[in-house]
């Protein structure tokens, strides 16, 4: 599949929306200032494509939505042009791609080799943080743990970065959630996970 001409206007605005919450053709038109028929169209393309799944609400009653969409998996569509390499490709996403696209997201591309470098050492401490989030309005690491050990170890790692970069310490009753705030590992998802 050429996802160049694929992902155009408007299936890249659905495929947006869903990204963010499972929706219903008539929650979609309106979202995109058109007609649930055209939509619905721009559906049964991404539902070919393998791109959305459609579930069934349960509810038939008129006005209520029958079926509800929403992404069938999470890729990344990479186009790379490079010294050396020009390529296309189609990734399945996975916790590590996830991650490393959010710290690579950041504005200011200088900060990316210092964030994912902080964000490997403390992943080798994970026993000692609750979670880890990345503040992209400031942008720094959050790291969420009560140990002063890791605190201390972690600031003597950082101050031998060439670049400075911010990076704070906060107890788990102080974080404070916020659009700009992105969860970059949580320890409830590794026991989940178990």
Known sequence: MNFDSFL???R???LQILAKS???PTELAVKLETTVAYVSQQLKLLDAAGLITKTKTGSSEKGKPRFLFELSKE????????EGISEKKVIQVNDY???????????????????EKLYWKLDENK???????LDVSSPRII?????????SKIDSYVSDFDKKINCSFVAKENIKSSKEVVLLYSNKNEEKSK
């Open 12 to 14: 890249w605005e659905i």
């Open 127 to 133: 026993k000692e943080i609750d979670s880890i989030f």
């Open 75 to 82: 890729i990344i569509y990479l186009a790379t042009l490079s």
């Open 22 to 24: 499972p929706s219903s």
């Open 8 to 10: 155009v206007s408007p």
């Open 143 to 151: 790291v969420v743990s009560d140990s002063k050990t890791l605190k």
């Open 97 to 115: 791609h996830r991650t490393i696209l959010k710290l690579w997201l950041v504005k200011d591309s200088s900060l990316h080799y210092y964030f």
